[in-house]
């Protein structure tokens, strides 16, 4: 029997979330899914997953990927990001790192040591049903689907973003009472 998409994704991050914790890695999911995370329920379908991880944790990452069967997909310089296949499904790990002042910031390639917006990894973890992942702070997603554009002209916006950056700014004003 054919699974959907998005519940073999949610297997995955369920799967990577294990094993990362297991080997003593931190992850976040960003982009999509940590908006679905937030709001509780798959909102959409998604192309891939999209993590965040500390760069000093990259090499035992990518150990514990390959030894669940993950393949490593050339792509991002090594240091900016690591991309991986399973089963057909690709997940995308964003590399971090801290500066001097204690900020996260970019790890590699050509932005490495611009910081991220404050507050990045600072959220209360997701939910889907019983699956509890840590998150992006939704403010901080809103503020990095807004800026991509700005901050990278080779990505345009998107209609998704918009999206979702509507259904994150709806959520957090309910939550706030408002």
Partial sequence: ??????????????????????????????GGWAMDFFLGEVTREHDDIDWFA?????EQLAGTLIRL?????????AGLQL??????????FT??????????TVAGGPWAGTPWPD?????????????EAP???????????RMMPVWDPA?????KDAEDIARLEAALRRRAGG
Wanted: no cysteine; glycine share 10%; charged share 30%.
């Fill in 1 to 30: 029997m054919n699974r959907p998409r998005a519940q073999r994704q949610l297997d995955l991050i369920a799967d990577v979330l294990s094993a990362a914790r297991a080997s003593g890695v931190p992850l976040w999911l960003r």
């Fill in 54 to 58: 500390w760069a000093k944790d990259a």
């Fill in 69 to 77: 069967g993950h393949t490593p997909v050339p792509g991002p310089p």
């Fill in 83 to 92: 991309d991986f296949l399973k089963d057909g499904l690709e997940s995308s």
């Fill in 95 to 104: 590399l971090v790192d801290r500066d001097g002042a204690g900020r996260v």
């Fill in 119 to 131: 507050g990045l990894l600072g959220a209360e973890p997701g939910r889907i049903g019983a699956l």
């Fill in 135 to 145: 998150i992006v702070d939704p403010r901080v997603q809103i503020e990095i689907k």
């Fill in 155 to 159: 990505r345009p916006r998107r209609a």
